[in-house]
């Protein structure tokens, strides 16, 4: 992904000018430019748009539409316009955040969030505002961050369960496994609370997310969930009913 989060970006506004002197049309070439502050929100944005209803997760969440992706605040409200080939949570950067320019470290912050249209990556602020476009020179390298997970996913007779890897030592005694497998499918997704991780999970031919303790905390009634980043990054699973529209659910599971 050229480690900048290149997931999302957008349009080139096409500026002309012609002169006319005494009847004379001087033709003038087209000159095309890219302007940081001309993407405007579908409406004027205002801190009441920013109010969270759910503290967990961002203010905004990105959504698609007619195949293109804009972001709608918690109550649905459509902010940024549905414009972009793919977008990012307003979520950090590394890359920008170690960037040897300074001035530019600021657009690694989560106050941003990374956008695609055509072949360009930009981040915007929270109004729609493109205010960086992503140029290699200018990213930095992320410092290594690897964290061992306690759990992992155990199959026994083509089915699911969970073990705990500092205490788990004979497969045969039931009392060892953290869950028992019974699932037709486990993945643990990655999030900041290892001893409490969200586990998507298969039964019954339809997905749901459990926790540690085998608590269903999303019910079985999807298709798909996804095993993406949006849990780490926004608390938020990507999950679809009919296998095509894809939409969030927060663990409450509230769409958006």
Not at 20 to 48: D, G, R
Not at 67 to 82: A, D, E, L, S, T
Not at 154 to 174: L, M
Request: hydrophobic letters at 35%.
């Amino acid at each position: 992904m050229k480690n900048v989060f290149y997931i999302i970006l957008m349009v080139l506004p096409l500026t002309f000018s012609a002169q006319i002197k005494k009847s004379t049309v001087k033709k003038v070439a087209a000159k095309t430019t890219i302007k940081m502050s001309t993407s405007k929100p579908a409406v004027a944005i205002s801190n009441l748009d920013l109010i969270k209803i759910n503290d967990s997760i961002p203010a905004l969440i990105p959504q698609i539409k007619n195949g293109r992706f804009g972001f709608i605040n918690q109550k649905g409200k459509v902010i940024i316009p549905h414009q972009y080939s793919n977008v990012g949570f307003f979520y950090q950067d590394c890359n920008l955040l170690n960037s040897p320019n300074e001035k530019l470290k600021k657009f690694g912050s989560e106050n941003y969030a990374s956008v695609r249209l055509g072949e360009d990556d930009f981040r915007i602020d929270q109004a729609g505002n493109r205010v960086y476009k992503y140029k290699t020179s200018d990213l930095g390298k992320c410092p290594p961050e690897f964290k061992k997970q306690l759990f992992h996913s155990y199959v026994q007779n083509g089915y699911y369960g969970i073990i705990e890897d500092a205490k788990f030592t004979n497969a045969a005694d039931y009392r060892q496994y953290q869950i028992y497998p019974q699932y037709q499918y486990l993945h643990i997704l990655e999030g900041d609370d290892l001893k409490n991780p969200m586990i998507i999970a298969s039964y019954n031919d339809r997905f749901g997310v459990i926790d540690i303790h085998g608590k269903t905390i999303i019910p079985f009634e999807y298709s798909d969930i996804k095993r993406n980043f949006s849990w780490k990054a926004a608390r938020l699973f990507e999950v679809t009913k009919d296998g095509k529209n894809y939409y969030f659910v927060d663990r409450e599971n509230r769409s958006y």
